[in-house]
């Protein structure tokens, strides 16, 4: 399991220390299992944005090669205590429909 708040997006609870808008963000901490992701290249982060949808802190994907990849983990990938995963994932689309948007990806070597 892993869990991005964007409400808490460096994992201090501390709201006062939330990124300004329009900054590229460069860490999603992860507040469930520390499963913590990094983007060190610049031009692969998103856009922080306080008032996205329904007035909610977002993320802004340019749609070109924004991404983070959480770390091989043997509790998300491959783990025998459970036979179903669920996510919860808000996004609204660009203007573009009938592109691709991957939204969430699974590989790795066993599932």
Known sequence: ????????????????TQPADNSKIQQL????????????????????????????????FDGIDDIYAVDDSIDLASAENYDQKSFAIVFETSDDISSLQTLYEQGGKEK
Do not use: E, Y
Request: glycine fraction near 4%; aromatic fraction near 10%; hydrophobic fraction near 35%.
């Open 29 to 60: 901490f992860d507040t469930a299992n520390l499963h913590t992701t990094i983007q060190n290249n610049v031009q692969k982060q998103a856009t922080f944005q306080s008032q996205g949808l329904n007035n909610k802190p977002a993320l802004f």
């Open 1 to 16: 399991m892993f869990h991005f708040d964007l409400n808490n997006l460096d994992g201090d609870n501390n709201d006062a």
